[in-house]
């Protein structure tokens, strides 16, 4: 019999979240575009991280430097697109400090407790650091076909 692989709900090495809705609606925020909400600490610290490194990113566009989450919406989004730059930064600034006030008043799991590897309740990715990058990969069949779905989504919203 094969014994069940559990996590640590402290390990770094994951980021553990549900699939659900913010309270917020987001034009500019890929973390807030996302149905996935963070459930422990370190997945917490992760997005937080992640999100000052793309806005610590900087690129010019017309006479205006803007961050990392402007620049992407902008060759992404085509509601961003239509709007002026100027509107286009302040968005991203009253975004970003709607999601850090979602990001920290959620309810996270207890990191002192362990979850199955094998779940349907949670998405679970295993972080992989290369250099400076950290790549999450899905942990199990679940995430994977719930990446595998979104990355089509994505695509066809392209399209």
Same mark, same amino acid.
């Given at each position: 019999?094969? !014994?069940? /692989? ?9 980021? &553990? ?18 149905? $996935? ?7 917490? %610290? ?6 000052? $490194? ?6 010019? %566009?017309?006479?205006? !430097?803007?961050?990392? @989450? &402007? ?8 509601? &961003? ?13 009253? *975004?970003? *400090?709607?999601?850090? +006030? +979602?990001?920290?008043?959620? /309810? ?19 972080? +992989?650091? *290369?250099?400076? &990058? !950290? ?5 199990? *069949? @679940? ?17």
């Amino acid at each position: 019999m094969a !014994t069940e /692989e559990i996590i640590n709900l402290d390990d770094v090495n994951y980021a &553990v979240y549900k699939i659900g809705e913010w309270k917020n609606n987001y034009e500019i925020n890929q973390i807030g575009l996302s149905k $996935e909400i963070p459930m422990t600490k370190n997945t917490l %610290i992760h997005i937080k991280l992640s999100m000052d $490194e793309i806005r610590n990113s900087q690129f010019s %566009i017309s006479d205006k !430097t803007v961050n990392g @989450f &402007v620049a992407i919406a902008l060759q992404l989004n085509p509601k &961003v697109q239509e709007m002026e730059l100027d509107d286009a930064i302040a968005l991203e600034q009253s *975004e970003y *400090e709607s999601i850090l +006030e +979602e990001l920290d008043n959620l /309810e996270l799991l207890n990191e002192n407790e362990t979850i199955p590897l094998e779940t349907e309740d949670y998405l679970i990715y295993k972080l +992989e650091k *290369e250099c400076h &990058v !950290t790549t999450s990969i899905p942990a199990n *069949e @679940f995430t994977k076909k719930y990446y595998l779905d979104e990355i089509k989504r994505i695509e066809d919203a392209l399209d």
